[in-house]
């Protein structure tokens, strides 16, 4: 009973994540804290103090996962905090499946979007650039165009999906 339940507050808050998200580009605190609580207080309920050591684990692997990528300013705290908040219900084995998928997930969104927005052409034209300015003066030139805005990764919709993937892979006995 409790798997089905912490599933689907799972699911609920992964859904209020992507929208809250995709709509103000943030991931509010009240929300990642509520899913961290439920998904310790509901491991801790059911399975003593076996819950709550594995909710604490996989809270400190989902963070550990994005942390990294949060502190090169790729990415903001909350889907960091998202991330952590998945790994109390998931636990440390399953969040890092969640997170092969979002970060799979993840390149494949942002290779849409740079090509969407022109990233991926100006890229390739500070490239020639570079190489051709190389092969005539022998320099690496340091300034150039100004670069555009990078396009904003939604994260919380890429963690959303990332999750359902490996919990579906799970639930067929994939891994």
């Known amino acids: ?3 089905s339940f912490l599933l689907s507050g799972l699911a609920l808050g ?7 998200d995709v709509r103000e580009g943030r991931i509010p605190n009240w929300l990642t804290g509520s899913l961290a609580v439920f998904g310790i207080g509901v491991n801790s309920l059911e399975y003593g103090w076996y819950g709550f050591l594995f909710s604490l684990g996989g809270l400190i692997m989902g963070l550990v996962c994005l942390i990294y990528f949060y502190l090169k300013g790729g990415m ?3 889907d960091v905090k998202l991330l952590g908040a998945i790994g109390t219900i998931l ?3 399953q969040v890092v499946f969640a997170f092969a998928f979002a970060a799979m997930l993840g390149g494949l969104y942002s290779l849409a979007l740079m ?3 022109g990233g991926m052409r100006h890229a390739w034209d500070r490239m020639f650039i570079l190489l051709s ?3 005539v003066t022998r320099t690496i030139p340091v300034s ?9 990764l939604r994260y919380a919709l890429v963690l959303g999906l990332g999750t359902v993937i490996a919990q579906t892979l799970f639930y067929y006995g994939v891994f």
Do not use: C, D, H, R
């Open 144 to 152: 150039g165009a100004p670069i555009p805005t990078e396009p904003k």
């Open 115 to 117: 090509s969407n927005q």
């Open 14 to 20: 992964l859904i209020v994540a992507a929208v809250t």
């Open 91 to 93: 636990g440390p084995g």
């Open 76 to 78: 903001g705290a909350g």
């Open 133 to 135: 300015t190389l092969k």
């Open 1 to 3: 009973m409790s798997s």
